[in-house]
């Protein structure tokens, strides 16, 4: 495929390229030239009428600036109070205002000009995530025919959560608007057809695409990984580092963003209950749950930091003993190499999200362990990860019960079965290593119906 790759993400990264998602685009953009352009993280009422320049490597950066109001309305407000809450099913938390949505249209029409100035005619256009779904709607809007393709990261929302959006008609002719809708899972997948099937604009023709007025969009699913090879080797030099005075016997590991998605006050109660139940009092398992700080200008965000701490306290003065802190709640990111060395320390990696795209600390959690003495992951099964990762401990969080006995049969699991559901589970995470996503993506894309042939496909 001739033409450049033109990456469109929230984040943009800056100094050297770390993260599995960050590192496979790297390599996408170095392989065939091409910009990428994201939000520069400081809010800024100037520059706005222009891209920004931040290197040159041989692949360009750019960045669109906002302003505060912007910041606050556009990301904070319509991205994070209206879309992440309608994708994850948390319809409760969700915070409807007009200028959510005004500025939230009114960023991605000033990002689809600066785009459409800079496009030649074969570039391709990826665009990621529900920060920029309108984004191809605008660009044809400008007469933009290139390929562009869209990944949404988070679940594809059912459609009676969908009715909740302001104008809920309109999401799906945002999506339609590209070539290619890529999406986690086959579950995503059959949520959004079933939302084209619901709509009368919308036509499904026989090769499984759906015609929706003038434009033609492919839906499938694209599951996301790791670079497995990269964190197996980080993970054989790894140093889970100092502990701490008492190195625990049983440590249970989880590491998540500090989001109202990732089941975290479900994991810490479902380990309080794994305590209540230990019938041997000598066991003293630990878990560990490394939150990393999140979206701290969100009130929802803010909420559930209070209730963990909560939790926490209550969990810890229960059961703590003079030389034992069962819980450790470390709200904090640490250092890369150092997260995988204690995941190949950990003897269960517990990731218990009500709902998530893929989960990646799951698939990093595999790849992390010894093939020869592996640790047991027990998942739940609103993880787009569980759809192919059969191999875990699958559980559904809300259940406290079933969690805590999938921890206790994790710990007491003996070598041959762990080796078995390990291997079951690595091989699903090295088939959907993060290269093979990125050249799956690209050449389905350009495999797909271009714009400007419309007229000749039927
Ligand atoms: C979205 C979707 C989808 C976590 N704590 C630390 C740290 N992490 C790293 C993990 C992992 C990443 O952050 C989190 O990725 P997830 O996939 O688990 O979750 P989201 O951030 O919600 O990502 C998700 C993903 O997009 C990709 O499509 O899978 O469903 O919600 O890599 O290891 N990294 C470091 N320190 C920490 O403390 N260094």
Same mark, same amino acid.
């Given at each position: 495929? %001739?033409?450049?790759?033109?990456?469109?993400?929230?984040?943009?990264?800056?100094?050297?390229?770390?993260?599995?998602?960050?590192? %496979?685009?790297?390599?996408?953009?170095l392989a065939r030239g091409g910009v990428w352009v994201g939000a520069d993280?400081?809010?800024?009422?100037e520059g706005r009428e222009c891209l920004h320049e931040l290197g040159d490597i041989p692949y360009r950066k750019r960045a669109f600036r906002l302003s505060k109001t912007e910041r606050q309305n556009y990301y904070s407000g319509f991205a994070n109070s209206v879309l992440w809450p309608i994708c994850h099913r948390r319809t409760?938390?969700?915070?409807?205002?007009?200028?959510?949505r005004a500025d939230y249209l009114a960023v991605n029409l000033r990002l689809a000009r600066l785009i459409a100035q800079d496009l030649a005619p074969q570039d391709v256009v990826w665009v990621h995530d529900y920060h920029f779904l309108p984004? %191809?709607?605008m660009l044809r809007s400008l007469g933009v025919t290139n390929r562009i393709g869209f990944f949404l990261h988070i679940p594809f929302p059912n459609i009676t959560d969908?009715?909740?959006?302001?104008?809920?008609?309109?999401?799906?002719?945002?999506? %339609?608007?590209?070539?290619?809708?890529?999406l986690q899972t086959r579950g995503d997948v059959a949520r959004a057809l079933e939302m084209f099937r619901a709509d009368p604009r919308a036509e499904f023709l026989r090769d499984g695409t759906v015609k929706f007025d003038e434009h033609i969009v492919t839906v499938a699913s694209f599951p996301i990984g790791i670079d497995c090879d990269q964190i197996e080797a980080t993970a054989r030099r790894a140093d889970p580092g100092p502990f701490g005075a008492a190195n625990p016997r049983e440590l249970i590991i989880g590491a998540d963003r500090l989001d109202y998605t990732k089941g975290l006050p479900h994991k810490f109660e479902a380990f309080g209950r794994l305590l209540q139940g230990r019938v041997d009092r000598d066991a003293r398992p630990t878990l560990l749950q490394i939150a990393s700080p999140s979206r701290a200008d969100?009130?929802?965000?803010?909420?559930?930091?209070?209730?963990?701490?909560?939790?926490?306290?209550?969990?810890?003065?229960?059961?703590s003993e003079l030389d034992w802190q069962p819980l450790r709640f470390?709200?904090?990111?640490?250092?890369?190499?150092?997260?995988?060395g204690l995941m190949r320390r950990a003897e269960v990696g517990l990731v218990t999200p009500l709902a998530d795209g893929m989960n990646l600390v799951a698939k990093e959690f595999v790849a992390a362990q010894a093939p020869d003495n592996p640790g047991v992951l027990v998942l739940s099964r609103f993880a787009g990860a569980a759809e192919d990762m059969k191999g875990a401990l699958l559980i559904n969080p809300h259940d406290l019960d079933e969690t805590a006995g999938a921890i206790d049969y994790a710990l007491a699991m003996p070598l041959d079965e762990r080796r078995k559901r390990h291997a079951d589970c690595l091989a699903v995470v090295r088939d959907s290593r993060i290269s093979v996503w990125t050249d799956r993506y690209l050449a389905r894309l350009a495999s797909c119906v271009p714009t400007l042939a419309l007229s000749r496909h039927q």
């Amino acid at each position: 495929m %001739a033409g450049r790759l033109i990456v469109i993400s929230n984040r943009i990264p800056t100094g050297d390229p770390s993260g599995g998602l960050v590192v %496979a685009l790297h390599d996408a953009l170095l392989a065939r030239g091409g910009v990428w352009v994201g939000a520069d993280p400081d809010p800024s009422e100037e520059g706005r009428e222009c891209l920004h320049e931040l290197g040159d490597i041989p692949y360009r950066k750019r960045a669109f600036r906002l302003s505060k109001t912007e910041r606050q309305n556009y990301y904070s407000g319509f991205a994070n109070s209206v879309l992440w809450p309608i994708c994850h099913r948390r319809t409760d938390l969700i915070e409807i205002k007009s200028e959510y949505r005004a500025d939230y249209l009114a960023v991605n029409l000033r990002l689809a000009r600066l785009i459409a100035q800079d496009l030649a005619p074969q570039d391709v256009v990826w665009v990621h995530d529900y920060h920029f779904l309108p984004l %191809a709607m605008m660009l044809r809007s400008l007469g933009v025919t290139n390929r562009i393709g869209f990944f949404l990261h988070i679940p594809f929302p059912n459609i009676t959560d969908l009715a909740i959006l302001p104008r809920p008609e309109d999401f799906a002719r945002w999506l %339609a608007s590209y070539n290619l809708l890529g999406l986690q899972t086959r579950g995503d997948v059959a949520r959004a057809l079933e939302m084209f099937r619901a709509d009368p604009r919308a036509e499904f023709l026989r090769d499984g695409t759906v015609k929706f007025d003038e434009h033609i969009v492919t839906v499938a699913s694209f599951p996301i990984g790791i670079d497995c090879d990269q964190i197996e080797a980080t993970a054989r030099r790894a140093d889970p580092g100092p502990f701490g005075a008492a190195n625990p016997r049983e440590l249970i590991i989880g590491a998540d963003r500090l989001d109202y998605t990732k089941g975290l006050p479900h994991k810490f109660e479902a380990f309080g209950r794994l305590l209540q139940g230990r019938v041997d009092r000598d066991a003293r398992p630990t878990l560990l749950q490394i939150a990393s700080p999140s979206r701290a200008d969100v009130a929802a965000y803010r909420q559930i930091t209070n209730d963990l701490q909560a939790i926490s306290g209550r969990i810890n003065g229960q059961y703590s003993e003079l030389d034992w802190q069962p819980l450790r709640f470390v709200h904090r990111s640490v250092a890369r190499d150092r997260l995988i060395g204690l995941m190949r320390r950990a003897e269960v990696g517990l990731v218990t999200p009500l709902a998530d795209g893929m989960n990646l600390v799951a698939k990093e959690f595999v790849a992390a362990q010894a093939p020869d003495n592996p640790g047991v992951l027990v998942l739940s099964r609103f993880a787009g990860a569980a759809e192919d990762m059969k191999g875990a401990l699958l559980i559904n969080p809300h259940d406290l019960d079933e969690t805590a006995g999938a921890i206790d049969y994790a710990l007491a699991m003996p070598l041959d079965e762990r080796r078995k559901r390990h291997a079951d589970c690595l091989a699903v995470v090295r088939d959907s290593r993060i290269s093979v996503w990125t050249d799956r993506y690209l050449a389905r894309l350009a495999s797909c119906v271009p714009t400007l042939a419309l007229s000749r496909h039927q």
